[in-house]
């Protein structure tokens, strides 16, 4: 039950109501959590990670018409690396919804800016199978 209401409340927080909560919760499932059936967040993390390029892509390539390619890049670059995600997930209060392993619980891994960086891309390539590209911009 408790899993449910954490999946709802961080729902909430992000701003979507999703209609199919497994995705959810599988962006939010870290690869250390074992289970018989155990499905984790990489597979999203790989999708989340080309609808970030993407959608940033296509912001920086709208916001200055005038920039080169060589303008461009570095901006890019800048906004999807590691840290940035990292600094996202933490102002959107991500760390308290990943489900982890015990060594891993144990060991701080919440705080891991990899870590929460993954999850993010994870839950952004949720937001997109859930409710579209527009969702997930």
């Known amino acids: 039950m408790k899993q449910a209401a954490d999946l709802r409340a961080f729902a909430a927080r992000i701003g979507h109501d999703f209609t199919r909560p497994a995705l959810l919760k599988d962006a939010l499932t870290h690869p250390s959590v074992m289970s018989a059936n155990r499905v984790d967040n990489q597979r999203l993390e790989f999708l989340g990670d080309r609808v970030l390029g993407l959608v940033m ?4 390539f709208d916001a200055d018409p005038q920039a080169s390619e060589g303008q461009l890049a570095p901006r ?7 840290e940035t995600l990292a600094e996202i997930a933490v102002e959107i209060g991500l760390a308290p919804f990943i489900r982890l392993g015990g060594a891993e619980e144990e060991g701080g891994a919440r705080e891991n800016p990899a870590i929460l960086s993954d999850v993010c891309e994870a839950v952004i390539a949720a937001l997109y199978e859930d409710g579209g590209l527009d969702v997930a911009r």
């Open 57 to 60: 892509a296509q912001a920086l």
């Open 76 to 82: 890019f670059n800048a906004l999807v690396r590691q």
